[in-house]
Every structure is written in structure tokens, then in C-alpha cells.
């Protein structure tokens, strides 16, 4: 018999929560095989069965709280999974044999509804626990009518159905198309929110604007990103421009660079930009280490896969610490201008938003240009105003004339 224990936390997360179990007690399976999901402030972590066996025992349920290496479940290492049944077949001969006549109905009952329950999918019983809807009580749209998780997201409850909470108020409920259904944060969204307020109230954060004429390199990305593609095997985007202008102002500004430390101020000799990326189990901030080195192509690259694992819920928390700056592209949901969030102890965060075509005065003509505002927010106490517009003034200009950036100008 062996232990299953959660990961080792690092000293920044302080404990867990399983949100999965994807097997069952007494279920055989393989090394390496995925068995539950624990959810940190940060990531969520996974937890894989350390050879051939069977699960003997489940020690932590899904919205258990565990501690760094704790213990949730006990597993046999090569054990059949006919030895589980067997074992629970026993109690209930015993009592026949006691009894001397037949079995009773109770347990045949108790099997059909375990059967019941089993038949649902690990991401089916999750979505009822979250939002207390029975599946049965829901219109299933898979094969044989069996409820899928997107039926649980957005549930059309049975005509005969009544679903009640804790409190005795309908968690969802059936009236035509009026639909309503509750479902607790999640630790990384409720991780997310608490920082965002800590970053409202604790900071003395300012934003500044400009604009930025994107034609330059609209017109620099059209000429270059089949061949880029070709050679580097990765599309050229926007993105991979902005992160290296940001990392040349930052050099010029090292106090956007810096965080604070209670009193100190701690000056970074590294350039670790990190890339906001909306998922669907919250907002994350994977980070890009020493981007002063890596080329656009790596920055591209980076990025993609950093997206990939975020989308994945695959982010390992290595990805997301340790950045000194953040770029936030609301851009790509077509967001005009807003102001971003800080992301402490970092100083400052860069928001990019949509390209939008607007007529421009230059040198004396009107001329249809593609338009983006940029915002910077800042930290007053670190950062002075004028550092702040320089600072965007910087990126502005090496965006517009990208050559700029070659020729280290």
C-alpha cells in the first residue's frame, strides 16, 4: 500500500483545493495516469498515479483543502480492480448467510443508483456540485439523452423538476427563456479579485495615454510575415514588437522596472515581461524571462505556448512569478481604451488596445490612419509623471519606426 500525496507547494501558496477526482475507489489504473486536480491561488496542479494499481481509498473529497504534501488518497500498486468488488461482495453474503433467506432489495437499490452516478462524467458530477442541479433534473442533449458538461453550463431544467439551494432560493429555474444559475468563485478567480482590490487601494496608481500610428508596422508585418513564418516556423503578430519596444524603455527607465519592497525600492538588472491571457478559469499572467535576450521569433513562440498551457489550465507556477512588467492586449476583444490594473509589486503595466482606422492630420493633410491607444499605469509613489510619458512616448516612437529597434536608436 502506498500513499498518494499532493504536490510540494512552494512557500508563496499556502494550501489547495481538489476540484476532480477522475477516478474512483477501486478503479484500476495506469502509471502516469491523471487522478485528481488541485487548485491553487496560482495554477492548478496535477496529480498522476505513480505506477500500475488500483486506488484503494479516496482520503480527500473535491472541495477538500489540502496542505503541501498532504496525504488524499491511498493506492496498491499492482492490485486488480476485481479485488475491490470482491471485497464488498463479502459483508453481504456474510449477512444472507446469517439471515438465512434471500438479500434484501435496499442494497440492489443503493447499486442501481451508484450505477446511476457513475454513469455521469467526472466533468458532469462537478458542474452539479458546483451548482447544486441534479443532472437528472436537466434535459440531456448527448447520445441517448445522457447530460453533457454544456448542458450542466447552461442547464434546461425537465417541466417537473424543482431545484432548491441551501437557502431555500431556486438555483436555476425554468421559466420560458429566463434561466439563472449560481456557481461559487473559484480559488483563482477569488486569488485574482482580492488582487486587483489590494492593487486599487494599496497603490497610488495613475494612467497616462497616447496613440501610437500602426501603419508602420502593419505595413512592415505584410511585406515580411510570409518569409518570417517560413524561417522561424511562427506567425508574425504584434505582440512580439511591443515586448521588445517595452523592453528597450525599460532600459532607459529603470524605475518602471523596479517594485517596491515596504520601504525599498528594488531596482531589477533583468528584463521578465509578463503577457496577460484571459482563460477560463481566470485571468493569468504567464512571464516571459529575460526578454532582452530572446529574438522576436522567440517572443513569438513563447508566447504561443504560454497561451496554449494557459488555455490548458497547464500553467506551472515557474510560468507565472517573478515578472518586473506586464503588457495587457485588450485589444483582441476589441476593448478602444481602458485602464489596466497594476499587477503588484510591479511599478507599472502596459495596455494595448484595438487598431482602428481614423482620420489624422499630417503635415497639414488629413490622412486615414490605423490608430491605437496606448495606456500606461503606473505607481505614483515610484514613478514620476514625466518618467511615465516619456516612458510611452519611447514605445510609441520605436513602434512607428521600427528600424528604430535595429539600429538601437
Do not use: C
Amino acid at each position: 500500500m502506498a500513499d498518494i500525496k499532493a504536490p510540494v507547494f512552494p512557500e508563496s501558496v499556502a494550501d489547495g483545493t481538489i476540484v476532480e477526482w477522475h477516478v474512483a475507489e477501486g478503479q484500476q489504473v495506469s502509471r502516469d495516469d491523471l487522478l485528481a486536480e488541485i487548485e491553487t491561488d496560482k495554477v492548478v496542479l496535477e496529480v498522476v498515479a505513480p505506477d500500475d494499481g488500483v486506488v484503494t481509498q479516496i482520503v480527500k473529497q473535491v472541495d477538500d483543502t489540502v496542505l503541501s504534501d498532504e496525504l488524499i488518497a491511498q493506492f496498491e500498486a499492482g492490485a486488480s480492480a476485481a479485488a475491490a468488488p470482491a471485497a464488498e461482495e463479502a459483508p453481504a453474503e456474510s449477512a444472507q448467510a446469517a439471515d438465512g433467506g434471500e438479500p434484501a432489495q435496499a442494497p440492489a437499490q443503493n447499486a442501481s443508483n451508484d450505477a446511476d452516478h457513475k454513469d455521469q462524467s467526472p466533468a458532469v458530477r462537478k458542474a452539479a456540485k458546483e451548482s447544486g442541479v441534479d443532472p437528472k433534473d436537466v434535459e440531456g442533449t448527448g447520445r441517448g439523452g445522457r447530460v453533457t458538461k454544456t448542458d450542466m453550463a447552461n442547464p434546461t431544467l425537465k417541466a417537473d423538476s424543482s431545484i432548491k439551494s441551501d437557502s431555500g432560493r431556486p438555483v436555476a429555474e425554468s421559466v420560458g427563456e429566463r434561466t439563472e444559475k449560481r456557481v461559487p468563485m473559484t480559488r483563482l478567480r477569488k486569488r485574482v479579485a482580492e488582487r486587483l482590490l489590494s492593487a486599487s487601494q494599496d497603490t497610488a496608481m495613475l494612467t497616462t495615454f497616447n496613440e501610437v500610428n500602426m501603419k508602420p508596422l502593419m505595413d512592415m508585418r505584410a511585406k515580411y510575415k510570409e518569409q518570417f513564418e517560413k524561417r522561424h516556423g511562427v506567425r508574425l503578430g504584434f505582440m512580439s514588437l511591443f515586448v521588445k519596444a517595452a523592453t528597450e524603455a525599460l532600459k532607459r527607465f529603470p524605475a518602471v522596472n523596479a517594485s517596491l519592497d515596504g520601504d525599498d525600492i528594488v531596482y531589477h538588472g533583468f528584463y521578465d515581461i509578463g503577457v496577460a491571457v484571459s482563460s477560463d478559469r481566470g485571468l493569468v499572467v504567464p512571464v516571459l524571462r529575460d526578454t532582452d535576450r530572446m529574438s522576436m521569433a522567440d517572443v513569438e513562440s513563447r508566447i504561443r505556448e504560454l497561451g496554449g498551457l494557459a488555455q490548458k489550465g497547464k500553467l506551472g507556477l515557474d510560468d507565472m512569478t517573478g515578472g518586473t512588467f506586464t503588457i495587457s492586449n485588450g485589444g483582441v476583444f476589441g476593448s478602444l481604451m481602458s485602464t489596466p490594473i497594476l499587477n503588484p509589486p510591479q511599478t507599472a503595466i502596459l495596455g494595448m488596445h484595438a487598431i482602428n482606422e481614423r482620420p489624422m492630420a499630417v503635415n497639414g493633410k488629413v490622412e486615414i490612419l490605423p490608430m491605437m491607444y496606448l495606456a500606461l499605469s503606473y505607481d505614483h509613489r515610484m514613478i514620476d509623471g514625466k518618467e511615465a510619458v516619456q516612458f510611452l512616448v519611447t514605445i510609441k516612437e520605436l513602434v512607428e519606426d521600427p528600424a528604430m529597434l535595429l539600429l538601437d536608436l
